[in-house]
């Protein structure tokens, strides 16, 4: 199973590094003729709905004489690379502090920084299909983010080897089997509008999980956590084989048991089974990465230690973010700008290099109680905007 997992992780990062690196050269490459021989070459669906789009320098039209901007769109948004790839380091550094936040600034870069909400939104009335294209593409590029964060954080916990595989297969078996189903059955059917909306609730609920971690009942289950966490690092300290660290005991079809350096942990694989499934299905829908959830189910069902449960969420989140872009890419051709993934995905290289190292500059609860400020804001200020028409927070 060990040399299995190292081989499914290692062809996972090779599979990423070409794609990074050749969006990459790609986007040095462009020039305007290049980038437009890129969407007939390329992006053929895209292309059609362009065609369809009535003609003119108005709201949800397309001037063919417009300078090009985000996916050689004649005045589209014309997004900075820069910009872009600052952002994504920003993106990396919360995933590697946080954990939680990544997917969600990745939304907030692509609907906002960049401009794409407002364009996809441009087009609800004159041409809905373009509309709901432009959410796919921006569900699936956040993906894209998330899902190389979690591989990378992935990578480093199995090094360490405190990820419990058997858990990460049965709750990946259910994140797998909701990321194929949600962009199969939403794909080209939701608009921008009502996924700015889901995506402002979506904030405005890991906002709710973050604060709670800061008061005092989610200070006090911190601490304990943190006691337990020293007691593991004691006994790792005293064992010399480290490759004991998680040892599967028993595997039914009603439990599966392991121990963790002297501790007992169990789980109901349906149970499991089922939360994958559930929690796949909304970061999926959201373009969300999922651990937000991952982690308080894995603490509260299973009752395990931070020490297990990072990396076990970090594999999961992998598994689910890998098969929601097959899903979306692959099997429902959602249109990717490898230009600007390219970039954003470097970017969250970097980021998650830095973060570790500012980590502990920083104190968590003010980091956190930052977060939370910041998810206030921006899920009211999403959530009106998209199911009301109208931002109840500046910039109205």
């Given amino acids: 199973m060990a040399k299995t997992l190292r081989k499914v992780l290692r062809a996972c990062l090779v599979t990423v590094v070409f794609i990074t690196a050749g ?64 952002w994504a380091v920003w993106i990396g550094w919360i995933f590697s502090t946080v954990g939680a936040f990544g ?6 870069g692509h609907l906002t920084i960049f ?21 796919d593409t921006i569900r699936a590029s956040n993906q894209y983010l998330v899902g190389l964060a ?30 194929l189903l949600v962009p199969v059955l939403t794909a080209g059917k939701l608009q921008s509008a009502a996924y700015i909306g889901y995506f402002g609730l979506t904030v405005l609920l890991i906002g709710a999980f973050i604060f709670y971690s800061t ?21 790792l300290h005293r064992t010399d084989d480290a490759s004991k660290g998680v040892r599967v005991l028993t595997a039914g079809v009603s439990e599966v048991s392991f121990s963790f350096y002297g501790e007992r942990y169990r789980f109901n694989p349906l149970l499991t089974f089922t939360g994958g499934f559930l929690i ?54 959602t249109f990717i700008s490898w230009e600007l ?21 920083i104190p968590e609860l003010w980091l956190k109680r930052i977060f939370v400020a910041l998810a206030l804001y921006v899920g009211i200020r999403y959530f009106s905007t998209g199911f009301f028409g109208q931002s109840w927070l500046p910039p109205f």
Wanted: charged share 15%; no cysteine; proline share 5%.
């Fill in 215 to 235: 008061t005092g009942k989610g200070q006090a289950e911190r601490k304990h956590a943190r006691e337990r966490a020293a007691s593991f690092r004691q006994k």
């Fill in 280 to 333: 796949a299905a909304l970061s999926s829908f959201i373009g969300v990465g999922g651990g937000f959830l991952y982690v308080p189910f894995l603490m509260v069902f299973f009752r395990m230690p931070m020490f297990l449960v990072a990396g076990t969420s970090a594999l999961v989140v992998m598994v689910s973010m890998l098969t929601s872009i097959f899903s979306y890419v692959v099997i429902k051709h």
């Fill in 341 to 361: 993934v390219g970039v954003e995905m470097i970017g969250v290289l970097a980021g998650a290099a830095i973060g570790p190292v500012t980590q502990k500059y």
């Fill in 23 to 86: 969006s990459a050269v790609h986007a040095a490459e462009a020039s305007d003729g290049y980038r437009e021989e890129t969407v007939v070459r390329e992006k053929g669906t895209l292309e059609q709905l362009i065609a369809k789009t009535p003609v003119g320098s108005g709201e949800g039209e397309i001037d063919p004489e417009a300078p090009r901007g985000f996916a050689a769109i004649p005045g589209a948004p014309d997004i900075n690379y820069a910009v872009a790839f600052l």
């Fill in 103 to 108: 997917g969600i600034m990745a939304g907030v």
């Fill in 150 to 179: 979690a591989l990378i954080s992935t990578i480093s916990f199995y090094r360490m080897k405190r990820l419990v595989v058997p858990l990460g297969i049965i709750l990946g078996a259910g994140s797998v089997t909701a990321g």
């Fill in 115 to 135: 401009g794409l909400g407002d364009y996809a939104d441009s087009f609800r009335v004159t041409n809905p299909e373009l509309n709901a294209l432009l959410t």
